[in-house]
């Protein structure tokens, strides 16, 4: 494992404790990161912080992300506790099952574009502010090849990360001369909790557009994610960072 150098920088991790989000958290802990995760699953979360207590300092926070006030007092719980935030990644997201557009219940629909746009830029409008003032900081968003290429069956869920993608993309512009760069990655899928809200069929669906035929390991999408997060990332900002495995090469 290649060392990333993130000593002394504070972390916040969304939806970390589990899948990529807590292989992210890992891999930012073992780069010498604290890390606070940000996470909805009281018990889920509490669980990952003891078995990542191994690789740094690190704790959690109940937060409903899609909700402005609670946002706001976990930033101001996080800054007073740790004196800043230095990282941003925008990891916590939901698929919403599978169906056609027209079956698609619009109260699942909503729910999927507020989770995992709305939620991305409530936590970035917060957060953002607190680096400015530092002038220094990073912000990874974790999209999808979905929101490049629109995935059948999954029309919010692909609308959700192409909206993210943008957000990126601007808020990457308005931040470029702060000393905050703001990115994102588009991961293919990989095995996590996320494969149960999923029917059989998408899920090879997927995999048989993905050239080298297997399907992404966590841990890759963490190293990106490590050195998006570090100051050797110093010339890249409102980019998209590719891992399908060659079925995006854009």
Same mark, same amino acid.
């Given at each position: 494992?290649?060392?990333?150098?993130?000593?002394? $920088?504070?972390?916040?991790? #969304?939806?970390?404790?589990?899948?990529?989000?807590?292989?992210?958290?890992? $891999?930012?802990?073992? @780069?010498?990161? $604290?890390?606070?995760?940000? /996470?909805?699953?009281?018990?889920?979360? /509490?669980?990952?912080?003891?078995?990542?207590?191994?690789?740094?300092?690190?704790?959690?926070?109940?937060?409903?992300? #899609?909700?402005? @006030?609670?946002?706001?007092?976990? #930033?101001?719980?996080?800054?007073? *506790?740790?004196? !800043?935030?230095?990282?941003?990644? +925008?990891?916590?997201?939901?698929?919403?099952?599978? *169906?056609?557009?027209?079956?698609?219940?619009?109260?699942?629909?909503?729910?999927?574009?507020?989770?995992?746009?709305?939620?991305?830029?409530?936590?970035?409008?917060?957060?953002?502010?607190?680096?400015?003032?530092?002038?220094?900081? !990073?912000?990874?968003?974790?999209?999808?090849?979905?929101?490049?290429?629109?995935?059948? +069956?999954? &029309?919010?869920?692909?609308? &959700?990360?192409?909206?993210?993608?943008?957000l990126t993309k601007s808020l990457a512009k308005e931040v470029a001369t702060k000393g905050v760069l703001? +990115? *994102?990655?588009?991961?293919?899928?990989?095995?996590?909790?996320?494969?149960?809200q999923m029917t059989q069929a998408h899920i090879d669906y997927m995999l048989g557009k993905i050239p080298?035929? !297997?399907?992404?390991?966590?841990?890759?999408? *963490?190293?990106?994610?490590?050195?998006?997060?570090?100051?050797?990332?110093?010339? @890249? #900002?409102?980019?998209?960072? /590719?891992?399908?495995?060659?079925? &995006?090469?854009?």
């Open positions: 494992m290649n060392q990333i150098d993130l000593k002394g $920088r504070v972390a916040v991790v #969304t939806g970390g404790a589990q899948g990529i989000g807590l292989a992210i958290s890992e $891999r930012l802990l073992q @780069s010498g990161a $604290r890390v606070v995760i940000w /996470d909805i699953d009281a018990a889920r979360m /509490d669980a990952a912080c003891a078995a990542l207590q191994a690789f740094g300092p690190v704790r959690g926070q109940v937060v409903e992300l #899609t909700d402005d @006030s609670a946002v706001a007092a976990a #930033t101001a719980m996080t800054v007073a *506790a740790d004196g !800043r935030i230095d990282i941003l990644v +925008n990891n916590a997201g939901i698929t919403g099952g599978n *169906a056609s557009t027209w079956e698609l219940d619009p109260v699942v629909w909503r729910r999927v574009i507020e989770v995992n746009l709305v939620a991305p830029y409530i936590t970035s409008r917060h957060v953002v502010q607190q680096m400015i003032k530092g002038g220094y900081g !990073r912000i990874v968003n974790i999209a999808s090849v979905a929101g490049k290429e629109g995935n059948p +069956n999954a &029309s919010h869920y692909s609308a &959700s990360k192409a909206g993210l993608i943008a703001v +990115n *994102a990655i588009t991961p293919a899928v990989a095995k996590t909790a996320m494969f149960e080298m035929g !297997r399907f992404l390991e966590v841990q890759e999408a *963490a190293a990106m994610v490590a050195w998006l997060s570090s100051e050797e990332c110093s010339f @890249s #900002t409102g980019a998209v960072f /590719d891992l399908t495995g060659g079925r &995006s090469t854009y």
